[in-house]
């Protein structure tokens, strides 16, 4: 029996990069998402996560490279590819002249889908927009225009769905039942690319994690390997000094708060008995494991950009 | 989730209709009273002064084509390069870049809804103008009529997409309307026949493509123009795939749009 083919990419892209003027906002960035993945794009301001989505989306052309969504190139085959991409772009922008309901089924128009009320109704009540239906976009909170953008991005039932970004400015509760349902869709097979600024976010959601610094990708692995890899404890002790030995591990100072880093509890024995030995009161002491924030700003303050993926993971263990 | 090819362009042509549909007081209502003030101030004016077409012509009646024209014209340029840059400068324009719309797509539904406006206003104003001027009408070539205006529509949507992709923000459309379409508009012959101008001003007028499009559609009206309508049309048949051609093109490269 033949082997069976594998399946492709849901996102596929090669050697990408983009200048604009001085800038280079991607270099040579590689990425390959399979489809089912709930795939998260982390990264400071300006390191190129929403060129790499614009792209994606046709919004802008890439200077070398290709990109392709469920094998079909964004450039050449770009009926294809956006037929199978929904984006939630990062900007709060709506068309003043419209309703909620006219919003979706003009955009599910433009996707050639011009009787789509029941899932525009479905749309609406799993975004909690039900009675908002026949409100103008512009008597609208910012969080209901969010939403708004979601249901936009899902109309047509993209297989392959972008969120630049999406919960920024909605409150925590609509934050959940948005990210309930992202999760259904997930579920139900829909290929989801996460960015965004709440990094608890891309843990809990996340099964793997990209993130870029200044046009590349620096570290790309499962989030549970990424936790993994830079497992330890972070220690906040509140005393005058530290122990001879254990200067060393001092990350940051705060007047008499220092915050060691340790890799295992068992090295906080080794603390502890050197804090009693030297007879050094301890006022206060928190412990704090490794969180997906602490990863990153590790990788952020630590890596300089690498060419190739197999070198992603090299940044230093501090 | 499969759609129907073409389906993308006719909801954004049904778009563009309700966009201007729902401020309708604003974008026809308005421009029908500007046109019947300008009728009702030069005809009380002038009557009496300019003799057009030798005389065969009353000079009232002469305005009301050129009006017409004129409100066709400003309208469905106004359109399309209003509804661009709004959506340009509002960021909302990403609705439309997304889908899998084609230039094509893009270019017939502006257009089209640009032409419709204009057409729109055109006739509200051909109509009121009937039901307050007296005597009998009778329209000589209506076909002729019909095809400068449908014409003249087209070219004027496609230069407010053309103005509506290049200008960056309101004034530099504000400066591409009031400096280029209005002057080309009002010497193009709406109030006057170029044979009563110097001869200087009766040879550049030659070269405003906007006189072809009003003489010829007021040969429509009344049998009579300036030049060989035959000319005209030609003419303006030529300016239409010409401006199409830059507009598809400035599409297809996603000028200004996709970066």
Redesign the interface.
Known sequence: MPAAAPPVPAVEIAGLSKRFGEVQALCDVDLRVAPGEFFGLLGPNGAGKTTLISILAGLTRADRGTASILGHDVVSDYREARRALGVVPQELVFDPFFTVRETLSIQSGYFGLRHNDAWIDELLFHLDLTQKADANMRALSGGMKRRVLVGQALVHKPPVIVLDEPTAGVDVELRQSLWAFIRKLNRDGHTIILTTHYLEEAEALCNRIAMMKAGRIVALDTTRHLLSRFSGLTVRVSSERLPEGWTARERRREGNVHYLALESYAELEGLLAALRSEGIAIDEMTLADTDLEQVFLRIMAGTETTDEASRMLEVPES | ????????M???L??EL??FW??SFQTIAAPVLTALLYLLIFSHVLESRVSVFNGQVRYTDFLVPGLVMMSVLQNAFANASSSLIQ?KI???L?????????PLDMYAAYVLGAMVRGLVVGLGVFIVTLVLLPGPFHMAHPIVAIAFAVLGSAILGTLGVIAGIWADKFDELAAFQNFLIMPLTFLSGVFYSIHTLPPFWQALSHFNPFFYMIDGFRYGFFGLSDIDPGISLGLVAIAAIVLAAVALSMLAR?YKL??
């Open positions: 989730m499969r759609g129907v090819v073409g389906a993308g006719l909801t954004l049904q778009k309700l966009r729902k401020v959506s509002t960021g909302n990403v609705f439309v870049l997304l889908p899998p719309l084609s996603g996709r970066h």
